[in-house]
């Protein structure tokens, strides 16, 4: 997949008692550049340009005010968002955009991040052809914009995060429905069939969502001559 979305370079600790964000931002689509000291993130930010950088301080037993100094003068213009623990005390000024305190959601700390992102990156996904808009659930192909319902939204979203790959039924059945029971994946046949009406010119003769027959499916959005391979949990 060709993202749009927002790149975050993210500097976090693996402290076993204070909450960490990696899993939870990659999950919810964000492009994550992971760094677990500032030095290695800042060696990352002379070469890149992220949209917001998120320093969990919290996570690595520091306030993270001389990180943000260092990240501010190097790239003056990428917004910060800092996450310090319970009880910090801020002391002059801060080089962050953004001060979370723990405990948070991790709804809260989307929140907070997202206003901090250009208008264009928020939830904007690509896919060769296809645009795919989360928030306001429609998907544009070519000059066609069709409206989706969540469900198709989620089941468009897994695949053209894993374009080329053949991911099995019951993984997939998994991540839509967000549930551990597989027993009866007939309703995602429904649902695949349904995504084909909306946003295929022949929906019999699929050009983007392909059958891989006793496996599960696949989105086709390019060239791939790549074996096929089933994605498993």
């Known amino acids: ?28 689509g964000f492009d994550v550049a992971p760094f677990q000291n500032g030095k290695a993130a800042l060696d990352y930010l002379k070469k890149n340009t992220p949209h917001v950088v998120l320093i969990n301080a919290a996570s690595m037993q520091t306030s993270g005010r001389r990180i943000c100094q260092s990240v501010h003068q190097l790239a003056p213009n990428i917004p910060i968002l800092l996450i310090v623990e ?21 709804q809260k700390l989307l929140n907070r991040l997202r206003p901090l992102l ?35 939204i989620m089941l468009l979203r897994v695949l053209m995060d894993h374009p080329g790959e053949v991911i099995e039924r019951e993984t997939l059945f998994k991540q839509v429905w967000e549930t551990d029971y597989t027993g009866d994946t007939r309703t995602l046949d429904v649902h695949v069939s349904w995504l084909r009406q909306a946003i295929e010119e022949d929906p019999r003769h699929p050009r983007f969502v392909k ?9 086709d959005v390019e060239p791939d001559t790549r074996p096929a391979r089933a994605r498993k949990p």
């Open 1 to 28: 997949m060709t993202s749009i979305r927002a790149k975050i370079l993210l500097v976090e600790g693996k402290r076993g008692d204070a909450p960490v964000f990696l899993g939870g931002l990659s999950r919810k």
């Open 86 to 106: 319970e009880g910090y005390k801020n002391q002059g000024k801060l080089d962050a955009e953004v001060l979370l305190t723990l405990p948070f959601t991790l």
């Open 118 to 152: 250009p208008a264009e990156e928020k939830n904007l996904i690509k896919a060769g052809p296809l645009y795919l808009d989360t928030d306001q659930r429609w998907v544009r192909y070519n000059n066609r914009q069709i409206s989706l319902t969540p469900r198709l």
């Open 211 to 219: 059958t891989v027959r006793g496996v599960g499916y696949r989105l």
